[in-house]
């Protein structure tokens, strides 16, 4: 049996652990340098614990890890490192999606502001010189002036044409009675035309150019998608002046418009000085008497200015479609005494786009006055 010589208590006492040095590295250590003096220099840590012979460090350069102090590859130095290169990718993908939400947000910007479907012209969403413009351009070929001399004067309208081979609609009013039909086109040429249908009972007639061909027609929309408020655009002939252009929106639906049927009471008699455009609405006359017989029609009123001769003329939406045929407005007074207009004031009626297709067939089948039905 070994004696214990330990005090009473004493614990035993731990293996002492040798001292770890850090790894070598991969690379070969610095040799010493000689300067041009002669003198030789060791390389270093720096605060001379190198040595100048290499003593007290294992490797050249490596000196022994100090109490407190990081270890290689720990805290210190690389842990900023690798935080300012963590903040610097955290930037990156910061930027890179900041980038993507902007391209996301661009592109669902310009999708809002362009349209969802094709159309004839351009679907204008607000009102604007762009859309009016695109419009008038599209349109305008396809609206004519329209002459009709009558015993009792001319009568100056306008006309939409609907077929390449020369078929016009327009207004009763406009040719009822007529002895002669001249049309006059955008382009300033004139043909002559032939009545082929009037129905007095919706204020509807077709024309049609003889000899015609090639023809840029209209397209017919739908008015039973108007809603109050659209935007239109009102092309015809006021006063003569072929072609104007006048914009607007739809300012009521289904107005209870009363006109004349009688030959050349509705007309635009300018020789005669008689009143333009007589019509009657809520039980009250405008522009003059309608007389004994007389037709009743829902129309689409707009505050796009209408005047004498536009009467027959397109009202077109903004997908530059035919929507209505325009057929009264009210001018007041001058106040001249003379019983002449003093124009537009922003009350114009249209003949519903829907009526006149639905009436097409009786027209060029020759309507003469046909009923309301």
């Known amino acids: 049996m070994t004696d214990d010589t330990r005090p009473y208590g004493a614990q035993e006492p731990q ?19 000689t300067t041009a003096s002669g003198v030789t220099v060791w390389p270093g840590d720096g605060d001379g614990s190198g040595g100048g012979n290499g003593g007290g460090s294992r490797y050249a350069g ?9 270890e290689p590859g720990r805290g210190g130095a690389p842990r900023a490192r690798r935080t300012g290169t963590l903040l610097a990718a955290v930037a ?11 391209a996301l947000v661009s592109e669902l910007t310009s999708r809002g502001d362009s349209t969802s479907h094709s159309t004839p012209v351009q679907n204008a969403s607000s009102k604007s010189a762009g859309g009016v413009a695109a419009v008038a351009k599209a349109v305008s070929p396809s609206i004519v002036e329209i002459k009709a001399s009558t015993t009792s004067g001319q009568s100056t309208g306008s006309g ?7 078929e016009i609609i327009t207004n ?34 077709l024309i049609k150019v003889q000899g015609a061909s090639g023809l840029k027609a209209a397209t017919l929309g739908s008015s039973g998608s108007v809603k109050v408020g659209d935007e239109v655009v009102a092309i015809g002939s006021p006063e003569g002046l072929t072609g104007t252009v006048t914009s607007g929106i739809v300012s009521a639906l289904d107005r209870d418009v009363t006109v004349s049927k009688e030959e050349g009471r509705g007309g635009q008699q300018r020789e005669r000085g008689v009143p333009q455009w007589p019509f009657e609405f809520g039980g009250n006359q405008y522009n003059g008497d309608t007389g004994s017989s007389k037709t009743t029609y829902k129309a689409i009123q707009t505050d796009a200015s209408l005047n004498p001769g536009n009467s027959g ?32 004031v922003g009350l114009g009626f249209a003949i519903p786009v829907d009526t ?6 009786k027209l060029r089948a020759g309507g003469a006055g046909g009923g309301n039905g």
């Open 15 to 33: 293996p002492q652990q040798p001292y770890a040095y850090p790894q070598p590295p991969a690379y070969p250590p610095r040799q010493p340098v």
């Open 62 to 70: 490596f000196s022994e890890p100090q109490p407190g102090a990081p």
């Open 92 to 102: 990156i993908v910061a930027a890179i999606v900041g980038g993507g939400s902007a």
């Open 160 to 166: 939409v044409v609907i077929t390449g081979d020369g």
């Open 172 to 205: 009763n009013h406009v040719i009822a009675g007529a002895d002669t039909v001249q049309v006059a086109f955008s382009d300033g040429s004139k043909k002559t035309a032939k009545v082929v249908g009037t129905d007095p009972d919706k204020d509807l007639a």
């Open 313 to 344: 003329g397109a009202l077109i939406n903004m997908n530059g479609e035919i929507i209505g045929i325009n057929s009264a407005m009210y001018a007041p007074a001058s106040g001249g005494g003379t019983g002449e207009s003093a124009g537009s």
């Open 356 to 361: 006149v297709k639905a009436d097409l067939a």
